[in-house]
């Protein structure tokens, strides 16, 4: 071992056993004040230095900014589920007050395009007669379960929780057609394991559905409509 590591180890001991008698004493500097008005640190932005208080003051200034600006992402985290709760209430009456499954599907169509702006959507509905309701609209497709355009699907199909994704281009182009700009994409199911069909939501912004983000309030949009769906 050299001389050098030999010095440093009881260094390193003595700097630790400081900061811990600091820790455990924070009033050691309120009872050595003229020791406090001694000391000095380098200014990393000058190369000068400055007194401690002073070093204390700018590290204080320095977590302010930082929990100022994490204060302002949360409210505006805040602000954003407080208008989807909103769009989400406004759906749910709307759902209530339908009388058929065409005003249900109406219903949605209508939130999606004017409450929640979404870029694309197009709702998947599985049914023994896939005639039913065809035609109705462009926004929605009535097919059988089994159907093997759906086999990009099969994984997500499977599952009973909303998927945020990029979409493949199978998916894409059979969900929202080949010339579509759609980069990101929300699959939500209409009861357990899609019992219902699915909702698809897509945006052109590629970070606009992520799989980290929540998805409680796609959860809930996809419990609205399937349970529309069952009373008609």
Do not use: W
């Amino acid at each position: 071992m050299s001389t050098a590591t030999r010095q440093a180890e009881p260094a390193a001991i003595a700097d630790e056993a400081i900061a811990e008698y600091l820790r455990a004493h924070p009033d050691f500097f309120e009872r050595n004040l003229g020791l406090l008005a001694t000391l000095r640190l380098p200014h990393h932005t000058t190369g000068g230095a400055i007194s401690l208080v002073e070093r204390q003051l700018e590290v204080l200034r320095q977590r302010n900014l930082a929990m100022e600006s994490r204060l302002k992402e949360l409210l505006e985290v805040a602000h954003g589920n407080d208008r989807l709760a909103a769009r989400i209430h406004a759906l749910a009456l709307q759902l209530m007050r339908a009388r058929s499954r065409e005003a249900v599907i109406d219903s949605l169509d209508e939130q999606l395009r004017d409450g929640f702006a979404v870029d694309e959507a197009g709702l998947i509905l599985f049914d023994s007669v896939p005639g039913l309701l065809q035609g109705h609209s462009s926004f929605i497709r009535v097919m059988h379960r089994e159907d093997p355009v759906l086999g990009p699907f099969k994984s997500f199909l499977q599952g009973s929780t909303p998927r945020c994704s990029r979409p493949r281009e199978a998916q894409r182009d059979f969900l929202f057609g080949p010339d579509s700009h759609i980069q990101s994409m929300a699959l939500v199911p209409l009861g357990p394991h899609s019992e219902f069909g699915f909702l698809a939501i897509g945006s052109r912004d590629p970070e606009h559905f992520h799989p980290g983000q929540s998805i409680d309030f796609l959860a809930r949009l996809g419990e609205l409509t399937a349970c529309a769906l069952s009373l008609h």
